[in-house]
């Protein structure tokens, strides 16, 4: 039992409170007992505690610890350049931390949205007396005062109410004011007409109501609770960046201590080994890849907002690209929400609508024209789609039609009819349209051809199967009824003695034509593995023709609508939303939640659509939620994480296939990292195993992991999306970012080629220099210095061709297109750059410990360049027949 | 297994809410129900005028509805009044209602609702109403730990509780995620979940069918009370029946309480049930 189904008396009892209201002290009692009438955010961390846990997780302890014995090494062993490398891994941390946290930080404006939807003052009866409160101060059991234009501060129930009209738009999305009274409702408490909810804006009439729930507990409260409290969890990038560095630091780790310990065996000194381990592990441990991932994000949602989808959450970029269901809205993103009137169903056979100007088709449209509340001013016509719709078909056939409104029983979504009475030169006339599952029932009679005949079983079913008929041509239909009426019917009359024996004239079908974009964009989402789920408001029969039309479904489609919905269990909803073809029909934006939420526990990565403020808490539990930047409220966009700046479905898709694109280069920068980091390590292998001087220092690595490889990394990031993205199954959640033939191909294959590449320019430069084995060098000769330097420009050298390597793991740089990707050779260029500063400027020499080498050098490791890519080549070939072999 | 009930009556409306369900408790149950007022020594007329009122109108509702109902009133300290006629009267179970305070106040210190749980030597039912449109609740959401103390009274009430109002019962179990070093968060469906039930709680489903209660049964990985609060928002459940916490000051220091978290933000009626029967 709730508030709704009590008699007024009762609903005072309740609420212990009386007509005249609440005493004074009472209500500031009940104030202390309620808290404040207000919207406030679900408890988080505080700021401060989210920006230093960006310090805190597995990476930034790693690195931090990595720092730290840098620092120690400083202290105990200086010299050693030591006390630069713990300082550039602490900015490293910071400049991540700062990064992350930027992008994970975002103000909470969907509550300012929804919190302005909230009035200030409001009128209320205390003691008996009419007093203006600010809307803070209302506590359950205060009567609100309601007058046109109000907005209503606290769920309340009516107890008088006088024409009392209330558009709920900003909670339900539901535009046609409903229609408010004030006597016990046995029904469903959110259906229920007697209930004023917090939010909505009184349109006409007035009334007075109880308040019952105010603050985060109204309805609007709820929407705004699980708005702030929910939250869509880790993206699957993340989840991947955290399991990739947990496996490179373990690599790094193992790897550090393992020749730590050789080192000991093969009798190195403890500050020897201790210098190598931490340099080892520095080598292994891709500091660069956090920064570019998060800018290669930045430009992959730049390229998604030219396209016309904006995005707010930077993960956001790549979830896209794994999403595995759409569960989509169809009014105005699979259609164009421009409705027309196409058919008419009159004296028992559909016709086009050209051809209703006569017969009973003329009593149809005059209905469609004076039972309706849009209007056409200024060459324009204004008000609901579906209203003006009828008007616009109503006016082009019959031209003008005025007549004297005397009364009318407004439409609500409960009763899905309107009636309006009329006078005509002595006689008066009701004039009723709606839903045909409402309005039939109310039909004793038909006309056919002007005579008016019982409406027998026969002509039932004829009705019946029209209506279907126009449903699975896609259309939206409507009945249309009159009646004559007697003077003494009004002006006390009730809706139900004059909605009652009246004559059925016929239906009309309204179309809302498929965006034209839309099947194509449909067809690629089946050829890439997302399902579509369409929720939408129209009746079952009507959203399948729709989604046949626009190929979304190709057999018979489960269908289930909103009641049947709202009876199934979480257990049931599951085995239907497993089914490979399935749409939501006459659904509420309030049932979308729970199918985001299913799906989402099934495993599912899912991205929904939405535009009114009751969307807004399924929009933020989605991995995507997708506002609609033309028709979609504020709250709506503020929690969104991806804004459609044109409404499309064909926008959603494009993103999708950006978010792939993103995912795959991702891949391709890793790939080109991973392999750096074996000419990195390789040199103290030889090191502590061949005893010779170190050919790499480990400035010279955060050289390449933090300079020269950023550019070359960022512009494989930008790479185009392949003709094949679409064409493949959403990644599986069990797929590794660091999938083993990555780290084959990075550490196996291309690492030795670059490694045998340093190692040799190292040795020759030696070797030129007249260097014996064994003989020790100080870190200031300098051909100890060119020697270094050799094997930094050897990695620098083969990453160029390991940039072009790693544009695709199995096709030809050649057939991709050579100069198809120009930021590539932007990034080279300043690879080329970097290097030469780091090379032939004293204080590049300074910073980095080189010297610089001579032209020949750079000619000796050229041929490295070249296997490189021929080796790569020849590699993708091996790939590609073993691939088709398979297939 | 409820004889007598007694509710503390104040002058606050959601004492006398608060009453309502102990009153509809009493009615199911078969059981006597007591309502008392402690007026402090220092309370103005006013509120001893208030809870005299509140006392009356339950009275007239006990009779209504065919409840033997007796009241109760004396001077002095609530919650040693409260436990000696708890003791004198042989009463089960005690209802009383939270304060805004003791939401707000961290591990309840201090308060008269925290007092009353650790002395009183019944059963007692603290309830924070924050929704009066909800009059008769019709689907009550159950929280459960892992491991639940005094299973017997436990389904007991909320058997009792799902009959007086004839509710559907949710029964929640929110767990902790299941992860693994290199792989992270491992995602398992609703029937893999289903299949880690804990023992207690499959115990408890036991004696809930066996009470012929209707119920669904959930388990879900995350933060245990802000996941109540969400299911509770999402499902429109209208009240909320969970136990007293049992976590020690400094692990609910360090690791926030769940039932303040749920005391705090509820988007409906809650009851706080610290059950003292044994099995």
Known sequence: MKINTLAEKEVLQSLVTSESGLAENEARRRLSEFGPNEISEARKAPLIARFLKQFTHFLAVVLWLAALLSFLSEYLHPGEGMLTLGLAITAVIIINAVFTFMQEYRAEKALEALKKLLPFQVKVLREGAEKEIHARDIVPGDIIMLVEGDKIPADARLIESSGLKVNHASLTGESEPQLRNHGPFPGEFMESPNIAFAGTTVVSGSGRAVAFATGMRTEFGRIAHLTSAVEAGLSPLQKEIVRATRVVAAIAGVVGLFFFALGFVIGRSFWDNFIFAVGITVALIPEGMLPTVTLSLSMGSQRMARRKALIKTLSSVETLGSVTVICTDKTGTLTQNNMTATRIWANGTIIDMRDASSGNARDIMKIAYLCNNARFADGHYRGDPTETALLRAARETLGDMPAERLFEIPFDADRKMMTTIHAFSGTRQAFTKGALEKLLPLCSQIMISGAILPLAPALHEQILSAYHALMDGGLRVLAFASKDINDRELPDARAEEIEKDMVFLGLIGLEDPPRPEVPEAIGKCHGAGIRIIMITGDGSRTASAIAREIGLVRGDPRTIEGPAFNQMNDRELREKLSEKEIIFARMTPKHKMRVVSLLKEMGEVVAVTGDGVNDAPALKKADIGIAMGISGTDVAKEASDMILLDDNFATIVNAVEEGRTVYENIKKFITYIFASNIPEAVPYLAYILLRIPLPLTILQILAVDLGTDMLPALALGSEKPTPGVMKQPPRRLTDRLLSVPLILRAYLFLGPLEAAACMFGFFWVLHEGGWLWGTALPATNILYQQATTACLSAIIITQIANVFACRSSRESVFSLGFFSNKLIFAGIAVEIVLQLLIVYTDWGNAIFATAPIPLRVWIILMPFTLALLAAEELRKKASRVIFRTQA | ?279
């Open chain 2, 1 to 279: 297994m409820y004889k007598k009930i007694l509710s503390a009556i104040n002058e606050h409306f959601n004492s006398e809410v608060a009453a309502r369900y102990a009153l509809h408790l009493s009615k199911a149950s078969g059981a006597k129900f007591y309502t008392c007022f402690i007026a402090g020594k220092t309370d103005p007329r006013s509120s001893f005028d208030k809870a005299e009122a509140a006392m009356k109108r339950l009275f007239v509702l006990a009779e209504k509805i065919g409840v033997p109902a007796e009241s109760i009133t004396e001077t002095g300290d609530p919650v040693a009044e409260i436990r000696r006629i708890a003791v004198h009267e042989n009463i089960d179970l005690v209802f009383a209602s939270t304060r805004r305070e003791d939401a707000e106040r961290r591990f309840f210190s201090g308060t008269i609702a925290r007092s009353l749980s650790l002395k009183i030597p019944c059963s007692v039912a603290l309830v924070r109403v924050v929704h009066t449109g909800r009059i008769h609740p019709s689907d009550v959401l159950v929280p459960l730990k892992a491991r639940i103390g005094r299973i017997q009274e436990w389904a007991s009430f909320i058997s009792v509780m799902a009959t007086a109002f004839n509710a559907k019962v949710h029964v929640f179990h929110v767990t902790k995620p299941i992860t693994k070093f290199f792989h992270g968060d491992i995602h398992l469906t609703p029937v893999e979940w289903e299949k880690r039930i804990p023992p207690d709680m499959a115990d408890f489903l036991d004696r809930l069918k066996k009470h012929g209660v209707i119920y669904e049964s959930k388990l879900t990985p995350g933060a245990i009370g802000r996941s109540i609060t969400i299911e509770a928002a999402a499902r429109r459940h209208d009240l909320i029946i969970m136990g007293a916490s049992e976590r020690s000051l400094l692990s609910s220091l360090f690791s926030r309480n769940p039932v303040e978290n749920v005391l705090r933000e509820t988007p409906c009626d809650l009851i706080i049930l610290k059950p003292r029967h044994e099995d």
